[in-house]
């Protein structure tokens, strides 16, 4: 199967029966090599911000959330306009991405999550206080099926950070029960470890000869920086 | 929306016609791909209503040349 550079889908591919976007994380794995991606709703007439949604219930539209774009960490053009979307999931792994396009949905707020707007506390997980003190790097698994099936696969990295030095945009970590720090969250499809830099620091080389095995990776991860110290608040 | 300021190669970013209350966190969402982006589009939100919307972008983007269609005279 090869994987196609483009998905242009016209309305087709946009919204299903249901009202929600199809989740691209159980398609096959060659969507992270994905460049281009246009997933439009259907067309309606005129500028109003309300797409046409009469055929799907208030359950629906208040649900509308985009899912597993994380994936496509390929991706340079993302066209997603009309599609009734309330919230987009964190963008921050697709770091090759030039074209944004979330026209005409209902999107409300463009939120800062990764870096607080101050070190006072504010958006800080609970217990933490935001510092500058010390760097450590969180990491968001997203919790595949495939992961389910094999817990020992390598996991590959999609590199979001900013300002970092490392070069490398992707990044295996040979040895993943290493960050096994973190605490799963029930009921959730994700958890979060936390990392101390360094140990990415001196992987890179091995990490550009493993990323040739990661073919068939079945984890996801996407991770970003957050400085916040230990201590409890 | 969460952690656009993630991106450091944005160059268009198009979120007219959405009810986006405000773009108060906008210029640090924005932080990252301030340079490279080149054409936004916010009108048809409440956002791009407020006066001080054009000359906001003007000033946060500096290598903009487009704001919702209006190529921007530098």
């Given at each position: ?233 | ?55 906001s972008m003007k000033r946060l983007l500096p290598n903009l040349e487009y704001v919702d269609s209006v190529v921007i005279q530098r």
């Open positions: 199967m090869t994987c196609p550079a483009w998905v242009y889908q016209h309305a087709e591919l946009g919204l299903t029966t249901s009202g929600r976007m199809p989740r691209l994380s159980k398609g096959p794995l060659l969507w992270r090599h994905l460049s281009g991606l246009l997933l439009q709703g259907p067309v309606h007439d005129g500028h109003s911000l309300e797409p046409p949604l009469d055929s799907r219930t208030a359950a629906d539209r208040d649900a509308t959330c985009l899912q597993g774009v994380g994936v496509l960490i390929s991706l340079e053009e993302l066209y997603l306009s009309q599609n009734g979307i309330t919230a987009m999931e964190d963008l921050s792994s697709l770091t090759n991405l030039k074209i944004l396009d979330l026209a005409q949905n209902r999107i409300t707020k463009v939120r800062c999550a990764a870096y607080p707007s101050s070190q006072t506390g504010h958006d800080a997980p609970a217990g933490m206080c935001w510092t500058t003190k010390t760097d450590l790097l969180t990491v968001t698994v997203l919790e595949l099926p495939s992961r389910q099936q094999s817990k020992h696969n390598p996991v590959e990295l999609a590199w979001c950070g900013r300002g970092c030095s490392l070069t490398e945009q992707h990044l295996l970590l040979p040895q993943p029960q290493a960050i096994n720090t973190g605490c799963a969250c029930p009921g959730k499809s994700w958890y979060e470890h936390t990392i101390i830099p360094p140990l990415f620091a001196t992987n890179t080389c091995s990490n550009k000869h493993a990323l040739q095995d990661v073919q068939h990776a079945h984890d996801v991860l996407a991770f970003r920086w957050r400085t916040w110290s230990r201590r409890r608040c | 929306m969460e952690n656009l300021e993630s991106q450091t190669l944005l160059t268009d970013l198009w979120l007219n016609d959405n009810p986006l209350e405000g773009l108060e966190h906008l210029e640090q969402a924005l932080v990252s791909c301030k340079e490279t982006l080149t054409t936004v589009y916010f009108q048809n939100t409440p956002a791009a209503k407020t006066p001080a919307y054009l000359h």
